[in-house]
T-cell receptor, first 113, second 112 residues
Framework: GDSVTQMEGPVTLSEEAFLTINCTYT??????LFWYVQYPGEGLQLLLK?????DKGSNKGFEATYRKETTSFHLEKGSVQVSDSAVYFC????????????FGKGTKLSVKP | SQTIHQWPATLVQPVGSPLSLECTVE??????LYWYRQAAGRGLQLLFY??????ISSEVPQNLSASRPQDRQFILSSKKLLLSDSGFYLC???????????FGPGTRLTVL
């Protein structure tokens, strides 16, 4: 079945460091891909998304490119801030807009000043 | 604009007590609605989803149940809570014309 695999956390970085959180997926078709962020004690918020191969999603300095050839959607940010500390979830939706989201297990990011 | 509400925000319940968590969505009609659970240190687990009033699909068999008595209302219930029901419960919705799922603020449930 369809699945999403994220790198294990937690990830601890210093402020202004470069961030990469790896995400790969297994899908039988061409899903849309998402990154959600969960700040402490809150629900999930959509961070960015890409709906087809080679699309790049971007928001708040974060970027991810839909790579069909490597079935990946890695999240990157050039310079992290303390306020980026959160749990990041990679997800896919297959089966059109009515399909269910399939989430990775989440990666906790802690950014130290 | 659309908003999603969940209540209560936090809940502490004894083992064996009943549960009722409520989720309502404003500003849209006929959304798909979802209940997720996030246990401590773990990922998101889809519990139930609904594509319309009275229509409930269960993803994981357990002692929880869900109901959708109105178009924009989704309720998660249990007759007798277990310790393992502790966690962070998230409601979410999606409109049929988009591909983005929106989440509520969550309910933190502690079963003692």
């Amino acid at each position: 079945g369809d699945s999403v695999t994220q790198m294990e956390g937690p990830v601890t970085l210093s402020e202004e460091a470069f961030l990469t959180i790896n995400c790969t997926y297994t899908a039988t078709g061409y899903p849309s891909l998402f990154w959600y962020v969960q700040y402490p004690g809150e629900g999930l918020q959509l961070l960015l998304k890409a709906t087809k191969a080679d699309d790049k999603g971007s928001n708040k300095g974060f970027e991810a490119t839909y790579r069909k050839e490597t079935t990946s959607f890695h999240l990157e940010k050039g310079s992290v801030q303390v306020s980026d500390s959160a749990v990041y979830f990679c997800a896919l939706r297959y089966g059109g807009s009515q399909g269910n989201l399939i989430f990775g297990k989440g990666t906790k990011l802690s950014v130290k000043p | 604009s659309q908003t999603i509400h969940q209540w209560p925000a936090t809940l502490v319940q004894p083992v064996g007590s009943p549960l009722s968590l409520e989720c309502t969505v404003e500003g849209t009609s006929n959304p798909n609605l979802y209940w997720y659970r996030q246990a401590a240190g773990r990922g998101l687990q889809l519990l139930f989803y609904s594509v319309g009033i009275g229509q409930i699909s269960s993803e994981v068999p357990q002692n929880l149940s869900a109901s959708r008595p109105q178009d924009r209302q989704f309720i998660l219930s249990s007759k007798k809570l277990l310790l393992s029901d502790s966690g962070f419960y998230l409601c979410a919705w999606i409109a049929g014309y988009t591909d983005t799922q929106y989440f509520g603020p969550g309910t933190r449930l502690t079963v003692l």
